[in-house]
């Protein structure tokens, strides 16, 4: 549904394609910042889609640093990329400007 959302909210194709490239491009940042810092709570409430730009924020941080890897039934996942996700990525799904976002945002906070 949301690749339908991207539509309705973005009817002119030039918007359009800028917010699912910018949605694509803030997935993979904080994806991979989340990997970094041990972001453990990040189900789909707790990421947050700005209906001006297409861009994603986590919104909570309650579990930096794998704190909820001792809970009770802890939460291993590394990041949320959920199927709604990977259609509203377009048909590249997530090899495209996902993938290459991730690879870059990588090298970055490697090299810092």
Do not use: Q
Not at 62 to 76: A, C, G, Q, R, T
């Amino acid at each position: 549904m949301l690749y339908k959302w991207f539509l309705k909210i973005f009817p002119h194709p030039v918007k359009w394609f800028a917010a699912r490239a910018t949605f694509a491009h803030s997935l993979a940042v904080m994806s991979m910042i989340g990997f970094v810092v041990g972001l453990g709570d990040c189900h789909g409430e707790n990421i947050l889609l700005d209906k001006g730009t297409g861009s994603v924020v986590h919104v909570d941080f309650s579990s930096l640093f794998e704190v909820s890897i001792d809970l009770k039934v802890p939460k291993l996942v590394s990041f949320r990329l959920t199927s709604n996700m990977i259609h509203a990525l377009g048909v590249t799904g997530y090899e495209g400007t996902f993938c290459k976002s991730c690879e870059v945002t990588m090298k970055i906070l490697r090299a810092n």
